[in-house]
């Protein structure tokens, strides 16, 4: 019998993130040692086929709802994993903490930041309840090297900050409007509020807090196929480069910031460049094993590092440390990491966290300032007022 302890789940959005937590719970063994366990127990989609692929690929699922609050009100869910639409974040989130079961919900934690102020506002008011927002990967082990490195202070003087999510299936003229492409359902943010919180899980950890933002945003496509095929206005923000300074020892650094789902050759691209006065890194999801680092002594050569990382990340796993990692690689250690830190709180086996609450509230200012700054074509300080409330 299993010794481990068993986090009984209930999903609310069973697309395409709701299948991506099935999936790795259901190769739970495929991590080493580790002392807890979801358990997907029920499910809630208004779409009935979202809810039957569920029924007939997860044996754990006992029940299928089509209304969330059935599963807030059963005693035998103990957390709840949110995947929906931005539109649903600020009215599910909040009932789900009120009902007492410990959240991960899905970026950008509210279609903009008078939604991410409830949320905030309810978290505070329940604080026996653990609320955590999505984020994999970080745990990539080059950028989880990357993390160890900012711990260690190895960088020295930081000289500049560059991160970025860069998507292109959008270059396709012919790929039909979704929700993720109306300001209605998915925000004013736009990419943004797509792509953002990845960008900034790591410099917000790191203490690296934009304190301004000059943004340039782009509306590459304004029409996309409808559903009859003709043409429908698509006026979310498609591409954002965002130039910001944050304060280092007593320094204004450079961080540029950049979100996109158009360009070109980059289906899923993160990255994270630091360069710094005494060690320089980079790494990047398009070489998934490659990691790049310069140390650097006065006068020294000044020579970048290739190195394949070893399959190492925040949890070990049956995998070799020949082996490749993978999206869905991370997705399973960001789980781990949750379910760790609902076990164990503070004393979770490693310190790398899913983000918080007080980060996804600090993404919510930056973008807020973004759409200003853009609007206004001017460089807008940041307002963090209100982002400690979580
Ligand atoms: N972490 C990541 O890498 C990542 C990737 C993609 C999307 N996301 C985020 O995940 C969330 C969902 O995105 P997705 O790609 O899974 O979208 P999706 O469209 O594939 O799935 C959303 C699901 O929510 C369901 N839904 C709508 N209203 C509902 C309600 N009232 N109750 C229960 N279910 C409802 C829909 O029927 C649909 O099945 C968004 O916040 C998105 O930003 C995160």
Request: proline letters at 6%; charged letters at 20%.
């Amino acid at each position: 019998m299993s010794s481990k302890k068993v986090i009984r789940f209930g999903i609310i959005g069973c697309g395409l993130m709701g299948k991506e937590f099935a999936s790795a719970a259901g190769r739970w063994c495929h991590l080493g040692d580790v002392a807890f366990e979801p358990k997907i127990t029920a499910v809630c989609d208004p779409n009935p086929a979202a809810t039957a692929w569920f029924t007939s690929h997860v044996g754990s699922v006992t029940k299928s709802v089509t209304d969330y609050r059935e599963l807030l009100s059963d005693s035998e869910i103990d957390a709840i994993y949110c995947a929906v639409p931005h539109n649903l974040h600020a009215d599910l989130y909040t009932d789900i903490i009120k009902a007492g079961k410990h959240l991960l919900g899905e970026k950008p934690f509210g279609i903009d930041r008078e939604a991410n102020s409830k949320i905030s506002a309810a978290i505070a008011k329940h604080p026996d309840v653990l609320v955590r927002c999505s984020s994999e990967i970080p745990f990539y082990p080059g950028a989880y090297q990357i993390g160890q490195w900012v711990r260690e202070g190895r960088f020295g003087k930081i000289i500049d900050v560059e991160a970025g999510f860069w998507h292109s299936s959008d270059m396709d003229p012919h790929k039909a409007i979704n929700w993720k492409r109306m300001i209605q359902t998915n925000g004013e943010y736009g990419c943004m509020g797509d792509l953002g919180m990845h960008v900034l899980h790591l410099p917000l950890r790191f203490g690296w807090k934009p304190k301004n933002v000059r943004a340039l945003l782009s509306n590459i496509m304004p029409t996309r196929p409808g559903p009859d095929g003709k043409p429908v206005p698509c006026e979310t923000w498609d591409n954002a480069i965002l130039a910001t300074q944050f304060d280092h020892d007593g320094e204004s650094i450079p961080m540029l910031l950049s979100t996109k789902r158009i360009a070109p050759g980059n289906a899923n691209t993160w990255f994270i460049r630091i360069n710094g006065t005494d060690f320089s890194a980079h790494f990047s999801t398009k070489e998934p094993s490659t990691l790049r680092y310069l140390p650097y002594e006065p006068g020294g050569n000044q020579a970048w590092h290739v190195v394949d990382t070893p399959h190492k990340s925040a949890y070990p796993s049956i995998t070799g440390g020949i082996f490749e990692f993978g999206f869905s690689d991370s997705i399973l250690q960001m789980w781990a990491a949750f379910c760790d830190e609902l076990s164990h709180g503070k004393d979770m086996t490693q310190p790398f966290t899913c983000v918080t609450p007080t980060e996804a509230a600090q993404s919510h200012a930056i973008f807020t300032a973004a759409l200003q700054s853009h609007k206004q074509t001017q460089v807008v300080n940041i307002d963090y007022d209100g982002c400690d409330n979580a």
